[in-house]
């Protein structure tokens, strides 16, 4: 069974760029698609950032960085997607985006190229409803820095043609050489079922006075060997992005145990977002 040798990403944020980047870094040729130019131009340079870190950390020679950034280009056109074989959908983590990104993705792509979702927890089916091919959309979550972390998430659906679960999985291990864990199109699946009650707990553990950010975060920095505490991992993942999770995990459980902060919902009214917008329960600047 064949791998995928050109693929499109959509979006181009922390997860986006960081898809593209594995990609690229694997030999493949890469377009990427986002609609906003400045979201481009800071896409472009979290690209090259990251590049940057592993030749300087010796990860990658700068041949091997030449060739990556060659490999990568992007556009603001959905339709420049058509004649990739795989396409995986990174953009923001709310149901209506990524429905109309997936739709007009079935539109543009040949019957048989695969559309895959990046979602931390929205259900895979949910997407697949809005294309006319179900069974060769699927769920391929990646973890945040994705060039760092080995994990991939892969989700069929009730509906998802077992052959499309077999190649994502191939391409996920053989291709980008992360390890799959499979995990049934439940919200949150495996890891964010267990990380998004746990990081909630830990704003609210905030919000009642319990410890201030630095001595909860050092908690479990140093009481639990975690390379970094709860509030710290939050600002890395960003404020926005975890509410998100939070609401559809809510959603789709109905257990207060998933559902958002008020501190977590005030910090993104205020658009202190975490890392990516300079505050967070951390300053950045
Ligand atoms: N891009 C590329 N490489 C990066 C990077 C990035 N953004 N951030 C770190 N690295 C690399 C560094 O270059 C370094 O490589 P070398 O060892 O070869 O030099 C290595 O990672 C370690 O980095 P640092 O020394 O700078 O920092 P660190 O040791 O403190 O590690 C960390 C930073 C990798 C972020 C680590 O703290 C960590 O793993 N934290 C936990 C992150 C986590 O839990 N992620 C999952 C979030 S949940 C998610 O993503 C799913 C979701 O749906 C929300």
Redesign the pocket.
């Known amino acids: 069974m064949g791998s995928f040798s050109k693929v499109g990403v959509v979006g181009c944020g922390?997860?986006g760029a960081?898809i593209a980047?594995v990609c690229a870094r694997a030999g493949l040729d890469v377009v990427v698609a986002e609609r906003d130019p400045a979201a481009i131009a800071s896409g472009r340079s979290?690209l090259i950032?990251?590049?940057d870190?592993?030749l300087?950390?010796?990860?990658l020679t700068e041949q091997e960085r030449e060739a990556a950034l060659h490999r990568t280009s992007f556009t603001s056109e959905l339709a420049d997607l058509a004649g990739r074989g795989l396409v995986i959908e990174a953009v923001i983590?709310r149901y209506d985006d990524k429905a109309s990104v997936f739709k007009q993705l079935d539109q543009v792509l040949a019957d048989d190229a695969v559309i895959a979702s990046?979602?931390?927890?929205i259900p895979i089916i949910d997407l697949a409803a809005a294309t006319s091919r179900p069974q060769r959309v699927v769920g391929v979550?990646?973890?945040?820095?994705?060039?760092?972390?080995r994990l991939v998430e892969v989700i069929p659906t009730q509906l998802t043609s077992p052959e499309v679960t077999e190649q994502i999985t191939t391409f996920a291990e053989r291709t980008l050489g992360k390890t799959v864990v499979l995990a049934r199109d439940r919200a949150g699946f495996v890891?964010?079922a267990l990380?998004?009650p746990y990081l909630v707990s830990a704003v609210r553990m905030l919000e009642a006075g319990v410890a201030s950010a630095e001595d909860i975060d050092k908690g479990m920095v140093l009481g639990c060997a975690?390379?970094?505490g709860p509030l710290?991992?939050l600002d890395?993942?960003?404020l926005d992005?975890?509410q998100s999770?939070a609401e559809s995990m809510y959603e789709e459980y109905k257990e207060p145990l998933y559902a958002p902060p008020p501190l977590l919902r005030r910090m993104v009214a205020a658009g202190t977002l975490g890392r990516k917008s300079g505050r967070g329960f951390y300053d950045y600047t």
């Open positions: 922390l997860m960081g980047e979290r950032d990251s590049l870190r592993g300087r950390s010796g990860k983590e990046n979602t931390s927890s979550h990646f973890f945040n820095p994705v060039p760092v972390q890891v964010n990380l998004a975690h390379p970094m710290r991992l890395l993942i960003g992005t975890a999770i």
